[in-house]
């Protein structure tokens, strides 16, 4: 369980330094390897997240609505782009809505789970 956590946490910050690498490339080419560096090893983490059974609904879920927060914020702090009370309150929207898509992709895991255990009885 843990260990597709931590690969969906290692997606999320290879894809936030690649779009913040896509930035400063702007200025200095070089980091454009960052960029490449980045998403590849993104999707491969996201990949490997999906192989080990998270459902893709909350795998990207997650992993859009961090990459949003987190490059929002970090891009605020390292390039002075604005982040207004609007876009603060769009951000918790989306993170909000994730939430509700884990909860209800639990949810539903524990009702298959309970209706499996239910058709072993009667078997």
Not at 42 to 67: D, E, H, P
Not at 95 to 110: S, W, Y
């Amino acid at each position: 369980m843990t260990n597709k956590w931590l690969l969906l946490s290692a997606a999320i910050l290879l894809e936030v330094a690649a779009t913040l690498s896509l930035r400063a490339a702007l200025d200095h080419p070089a980091w454009y390897t960052v960029v490449v560096v980045g998403y590849a090893g993104a999707f491969t983490a996201l990949s490997l997240t999906l192989r080990q059974g998270m459902g893709i609904g909350v795998a990207y879920g997650v992993w859009a609505a961090c990459g949003v927060a987190l490059t929002a914020v970090l891009a605020a702090l390292v390039f002075g782009d604005p982040l207004s009370i609007g876009m603060g309150v769009g951000i918790v929207l989306v993170i909000g809505g994730v939430l509700c898509v884990e909860l209800g992709a639990q949810a539903a895991h524990r009702e298959r789970r309970d209706a499996d255990g239910r058709q072993g009885e009667t078997a």
